[in-house]
């Protein structure tokens, strides 16, 4: 049954305009924000990032005091907005790992799995109650040419017949499972987690604490807020698309905005007609992909495909409702499982995440090496951003270690071109990137950025 277009963007419009993950009562009330203070370390943004800066802090030197300052609310913005995969990848797949880094892409892949290893420790150690399981995910091809990129002839490969075993819909035609690689979680719950067992460990958390700059001293850096000045021996900038600290950072980054919408709960009916018994998170293997997978509670996360950019490297909320992406996700979502057809949608939203043009995340120092920064996730943040709160920890102690040797981790990403030549190029290669997804091939355009190793990811 194909269920009318008109019904799948009614469906749609009904969703509530909030986010499946903040919209509960065990949020957390709001630390109270600093005014002036002094700190060993000062953690700026209260994301994945930040919190497991603050968190490993703590861990690598109990006797270091350690302040984090949030602007808003925890988990407030891409940490509590995403999809909850937490993949092991540090380089956003490996195609693009062995692509950029070929002589080290063994070691990344090592180190990313035991990063991925250490999150779930600390889950279990810190008693965190984010619904951590690690079902791996599956990748699935929906078109004819993306059958080949899956590799038929290695171990592993899913045929149609195969892949519609682990989860039943009629536009499968190959796939492959990462078993091990990714987790799912609560996101929020997780970044909720994460500031209890930092605050366990002595660190202390201001929110509604906004930056307004920074500035070298001889002892340090003063942090500037609208509550007053903080002074710190060192700093961690953890604001991923928010990146008016430090100039040098946003010219490599612009900020896009995901779209999400999650279903009611499934009923044990509508659940055995997908088959998903193993509940790994999907998500499909075209250019502009889809990404999805079943909650604690047997709703369907459903997001992706149409990433936006808005002119100028705006962030504002209002760009967080789009009622044309969401009416476009629901279309797929039954294109996808029609016999889900009428399944209501209880949630809508968006979020701005931060993309660079190597599409993974890069690293530095400011302010005569006593600021350490990561920025540039393009969606891989809920794993990696562990990963990277120990490389700026690695930077700031001035210690050579195995991460500070990567090259991912020395070299930055070309930055994008100001205005109105980066929303020009975007906008070229989202289209291109769509087309291709439909003739399978690449145009001039795309081989092109391909060969300068520049992108803008969906």
Known sequence: MTIPTSEAHALADAAAPSVLWLDTPDRPAARPPVGDATADLV???????????????????????????????????????????????????????????????????????????????????????????????LTVATRPHEVADLEPEADGFLDAAAVRGLVDSPTYLA????????????????????ADAAESLGVTIAEHTAVTGLRRTDLGVEVGTAQGTIRAGQVVVATNAFTDLLPRVARRVVPVYDHVLATEPLSAEQLASLGWEHRAGVADAGNLFHYYRLTADDRILWGGYDAVYHFGRSIDAEHEQRPATHRLLAEHFFETFPQLAGLAFTHRWGGVIDTCSRFCAFFGLAHGDRVAYAAGFTGLGV???????????????????????????????????????????????????????????????LRTLDRLGLGFDS
Not at 176 to 192: H, I, K, Q, T
Not at 416 to 435: D, K, S, V, Y
């Open 43 to 137: 953690v700026i943004g209260g994301g994945f990032t930040g919190l497991w800066a603050a968190l490993r802090a703590k861990e690598r030197d109990p006797h270091r005091s350690v302040l984090l300052v949030e602007a808003d609310r925890l988990a407030e913005h891409a940490t509590g907005r995403n999809g909850g995969f937490c993949e092991a990848s540090l380089t956003h797949g490996e195609a693009n790992g062995r692509d950029r880094w070929p002589d080290e892409y063994d070691a990344l892949d090592r180190l990313g799995l035991e990063n991925l290893d250490r999150i779930e420790e600390a889950v279990a150690r810190y008693g965190i109650d984010c619904g951590f399981e690690r079902t791996g995910q």
């Open 175 to 194: 796939g492959r499972l990462d078993a091990e690689g990714c987790a799912m979680v609560d996101p929020a719950r997780l970044a909720w987690g994460l």
């Open 383 to 445: 794993g990696a951003s562990r990963f990277a709160a120990d490389v700026m920890l690695d930077l700031l102690s001035g210690q050579e270690t195995e991460r500070t040797r990567l090259a991912m981790v020395r070299e930055r990403p070309i930055p994008f071109p100001p205005e109105p030549l980066a929303w020009t190029g975007i906008q070229l290669t989202r289209w291109a990137a769509a087309r291709a997804d439909v003739t399978g091939k690449r145009n001039l355009w």
